[in-house]
T-cell receptor, first 113, second 115 residues
Framework: AQSVTQLDSQVPVFEEAPVELRCNYS??????LFWYVQYPNQGLQLLLK??????LVKGINGFEAEFNKSQTSFHLRKPSVHISDTAEYFC???????????FGPGTRLSVLP | GAVVSQHPSWVICKSGTSVKIECRSL??????MFWYRQFPKQSLMLMAT?????????EQGVEKDKFLINHASLTLSTLTVTSAHPEDSSFYIC???????????FGPGTRLLVL
């Protein structure tokens, strides 16, 4: 069975600083990987996804993530964060092409002025 | 594109009443819809998967008689929380998927408070 770990429950960072949100997964088969962002009292918005091909994936709002198969990781990065990036970020894994999403516990990114 | 709406966004009800939550795909046809539950400061937990025109598949531990799911059309799924109790208070989020596509598109969520 697949599982997702997000080691950092909270990440405080100053505005314009770089940030990395970590995601590790376990699965016995090939997976599809996603990052979603959730603003307070809202649903989830897709940031980016990895299906196949280039391991570096670029998403919306200046975010990017790199798939590392040997380390079973899919860390999310942004070179310079803004106050508006303050939100909850969820990493998700799917073994079954869009079905059976398993979400990590989430990382709360707080961007400080 | 790929917009999913939910109605209502907020609902407060008395214990023992039933509440219906609607999930609609506005600009695409969703062959599969998913219902999740999210407790405060926690991740999303899948409750059930529904395919248009067939019975929903519930995750282990989710009471199918309490959480009734109907997916009558390619753009609408409903979740009815029957005889709601305070412990059912939560944030309910639906998502929708187009056949043969890998991405789920999420609705804005419905916050249910049972008094």
């Amino acid at each position: 069975a697949q599982s997702v770990t997000q080691l950092d429950s909270q990440v405080p960072v100053f505005e314009e600083a770089p940030v990395e949100l970590r995601c590790n997964y376990s699965s016995s088969v090939s997976v599809y990987l996603f990052w979603y962002v959730q603003y307070p009292n809202q649903g989830l918005q897709l940031l980016l996804k990895y299906l196949s091909g280039s391991t570096l994936v670029k998403g919306i709002n200046g975010f990017e993530a790199e798939f590392n198969k040997s380390q079973t990781s899919f860390h999310l990065r942004k070179p310079s964060v803004h106050i508006s990036d303050t939100a909850e970020y969820f990493c998700a894994v799917s073994e079954n092409y869009g079905q059976n999403f398993v979400f990590g516990p989430g990382t709360r990114l707080s961007v400080l002025p | 594109g790929a917009v999913v709406s939910q109605h209502p966004s907020w609902v407060i009800c008395k214990s023992g009443t039933s509440v219906k939550i609607e999930c609609r795909s506005l600009d695409f046809q969703a062959t599969t819809m998913f219902w999740y539950r999210q407790f405060p400061k926690q991740s999303l937990m899948l409750m059930a998967t529904s395919n248009e025109g067939s019975k929903a598949t519930y995750e282990q531990g989710v009471e199918k008689d309490k959480f009734l799911i109907n997916h009558a059309s390619l753009t609408l799924s409903t979740l009815t929380v029957t005889s709601a109790h305070p412990e059912d208070s939560s944030f309910y989020i639906c998502s929708a998927r187009v056949a043969a596509q890998e991405t789920q598109y999420f609705g804005p969520g419905t916050r249910l408070l049972v008094l």
